[in-house]
């Protein structure tokens, strides 16, 4: 009999902490106007998520589909978590099957840590070995998370020495308006420069006059001052 979404749902709800919901409530700005509004947590840390997924990993897609369409924001990232813990176990069916389930729920995907914590283990290793057009059909969306979702997925490609898409997603996005895509651009550069400094040096100047202020500070955190005076 395979495992009920009923059961972790359970285990979830006997970890509520509303000290730590109010604090989360905040953090991740559910406040009318803010890119969260309307997100409801728990208050259960990421650790014991993780281990909750490690527990219930072979959970079937169907009653993943139940989790991840919860209120919660702890019940759509142990769902993600369980998606990331299945990817590397599965065969290639599987992995497709992965892969389609989580684009067919992007919309569930709605907060930057449920972002960052899937995409690059889902989207990116699927397209490691696939054509890497969706992420240039998902940076041109409206949808701040999809954007968002399009940039992290390259962390794996970065991983792997490919940085080539990551520079012209991030090439793209310098005149995005959400610091939060900034932000991660920034990083993914960063990420670049901690593997090929020149790439990365270069990119900043051949964009300086562009580039914004939140993302060029997140990209040269692992850089020397020595490194920037060419820049300046």
């Known amino acids: 009999m395979s495992t009920s979404y009923k ?21 991740f700005k559910t406040a009318k106007g803010q890119y969260g509004y309307g997100d409801l947590f728990l208050g259960i840390k990421v650790p014991v998520q993780r281990a909750i997924a490690k527990k219930y990993k ?8 139940k989790l991840l369409g919860n209120k919660f924001h702890e019940c759509r990232l142990t769902a993600l978590l369980i998606l990331t ?27 930057w840590d449920l972002v960052d914590l899937s995409a690059p283990n889902i989207i990116g290793k699927y397209l490691l070995t696939h054509s890497h057009r969706p992420l240039f059909n998902l940076v041109k969306s409206k ?5 968002r979702i399009a940039v992290l997925s390259t962390f ?4 792997n020495n490919d940085f080539a898409d990551t520079l012209k997603l991030a090439k793209y996005l310098l005149k995005d ?37 939140v993302m060029y500070r997140y990209s040269i955190e692992k850089l020397d001052k020595s490194d920037l005076l060419g820049l300046q």
Not at 156 to 159: A, E, N, Y
Request: no cysteine; charged share 25%; net charge positive.
């Open 58 to 65: 072979n959970l079937s897609l169907s009653e993943i589909q």
């Open 7 to 27: 059961l972790i749902l359970a285990e979830l709800l006997a970890k509520k902490n509303n000290k730590q919901s109010e604090i989360l409530q905040r953090f």
């Open 177 to 213: 308006p959400h610091d939060l895509i900034h932000k991660a651009v920034g990083w993914m550069l960063r990420e670049i420069g901690k593997r090929d400094k020149a790439i990365l040096l270069n990119f900043l100047k051949d964009n300086s006059t562009r580039i914004p202020r």
């Open 85 to 111: 813990y299945q990817f590397p176990l599965s065969d290639k069916k599987h992995q497709k099957e992965i892969y389609d389930f989580y684009v067919k729920n992007l919309n569930h995907i709605n907060n």
């Open 156 to 159: 794996t490609f970065i991983r």
């Open 143 to 147: 949808n701040l998370w999809h954007r």
